[in-house]
């Protein structure tokens, strides 16, 4: 069995665990590459149909590529999409200069929104550890108390593929079916599946998106790649950090720390 073969046969076990442990589980669908994967994944352990719904956290600030992206594979791949916007950030003008807070209202509580309005209990999510030093912190099945609070210094043992899956009142998990998958590997695989992949993630006029966001957040990379072949040549010869042209991505780690157990994804 290859390195690939090994983590896709993970994370359809982590899938298809968290369907069967949850009522109602949802999963975050960006459609960026990470999600797209984790939503292809979830069809392959489904034999084609995604049986939980995507929710899509729409800031209004995304490039329009995203949300093309996103209604176009919507259809394609019948997904039940579920679109999370905060009310409240549009009449109150909430905007990207105040980052944290608009972080707060148009992600965080969005998110928190949707989810007690539609009741799911728990959340599939396609973050990865090599991301960000705070991100190489979580588990698999890492709870979240009701104020979407992340308790990083209490997180439960996952020995021998063991999830812990019992939730506290007022609870609900987040759950990482590719937690243990690296970018070089999800471009690796996307190369052999051949998934649909946002354009964004490729070179226009010598720049790219490498981490997609929100536009007044996010600032392309230099880059001449127009295939998947040449993202990885790149990635392999890179060594600038993935979400450098991302807000947060430049924030310290013990800033992102205090922002992801304030529950920012």
Not at 111 to 120: C, D, Q, S, T, V
Not at 200 to 225: H, I, N, Q, W
Request: contains cysteine; aromatic residues 10%; neutral net charge.
């Amino acid at each position: 069995m290859s390195h690939l073969d090994e983590l896709e046969s993970d994370s359809i076990y982590i899938i298809r665990e968290a369907y069967r442990k949850f009522n109602k589980p949802a999963m975050l669908w960006s459609a960026g590459k990470d999600s797209t994967t984790l939503a292809y994944l979830a069809k392959k352990a489904f034999l084609g149909k995604v049986p939980i719904p995507a929710i899509y956290i729409d800031t209004g600030y995304h490039f329009q590529e995203m949300y093309d992206f996103r209604d176009k594979l919507a259809e394609e791949w019948e997904l039940n999409l579920v679109n999370a916007k905060s009310e409240k950030a549009e009449k109150e003008g909430i905007t990207p200069e105040d980052k944290l807070k608009c972080c707060g209202e148009r992600k965080t509580q969005a998110l928190k929104n949707i989810m007690a309005e539609k009741g799911f209990d728990a959340l599939l999510l396609g973050i990865r550890r090599d991301e960000h030093g705070i991100r190489a912190k979580e588990r698999t099945f890492s709870p979240r108390n009701q104020d979407f609070q992340w308790d990083y210094k209490d997180q439960p043992p996952e020995l021998w593929d063991q999830y812990k899956s019992k939730r506290e009142s007022g609870q609900h998990l987040r759950v990482h079916p590719l937690l243990s998958w690296t970018e070089l590997d999800v471009w690796k695989y996307i190369k052999r599946e051949n998934p649909p992949v946002n354009p964004l993630y490729f070179a226009e006029d010598g720049k790219r998106m490498r981490s997609l966001g929100c536009k007044p957040c996010t600032e392309p990379v230099e880059s001449d790649v127009k295939s998947v072949e040449g993202m990885i040549e790149e990635i392999k010869k890179s060594d600038t950090e993935e979400r450098s042209g991302r807000a947060q991505g430049k924030e310290e780690a013990h800033a992102m720390q205090k922002l992801r157990a304030l529950g920012y994804m």
